[in-house]
């Protein structure tokens, strides 16, 4: 099982970035799929979540209106369009996938990108 996050880097306040979150070595259409962030000396929260069954999003209040959460199922990838970023959006965004299966639950993580909004 791999999830692996691409698209992070440094961007000015206002400007947009695109993270992706390719998935392999499970079926990705049964997960539901979410974003989560982690800055320095702050816990990990969560940013934006997307079902597997239809597709519906939620989105942390700190973030709604500047980013959206999709999924490409024929491309396991699932993405985070962000614009408007403010210095306070810094973070390491990292990639979940959770589904339950029958009497299991499966949690999976990737390693993370780091997004860095400065002048």
């Known amino acids: 099982v791999q999830l692996v996050e691409s698209g992070g880097g440094l961007v000015q306040p206002g400007g947009s970035l695109r993270l992706s979150c390719a998935a392999s070595?499970?079926?990705?259409?049964?997960?539901?799929m979410s974003w989560y962030r982690q800055a320095p000396g702050k816990e990990r929260e969560l940013v934006a979540a997307i079902t597997s069954a239809d597709g519906s999003t939620d989105y942390a209040d700190s973030v709604k209106g500047r980013f959206t959460i999709s999924r490409d199922n024929a491309k396991n990838t699932v993405y985070l369009e962000m614009s408007s970023l403010k210095p306070e959006d810094t973070a390491v965004y990292y990639c979940n996938a959770v589904a339950r299966i029958l009497l299991r639950k499966y949690d999976y993580w990737g390693q993370g990108t780091q997004v860095t909004v400065s002048s």
């Open positions: 070595g499970f079926t990705f259409s049964r997960y539901a």
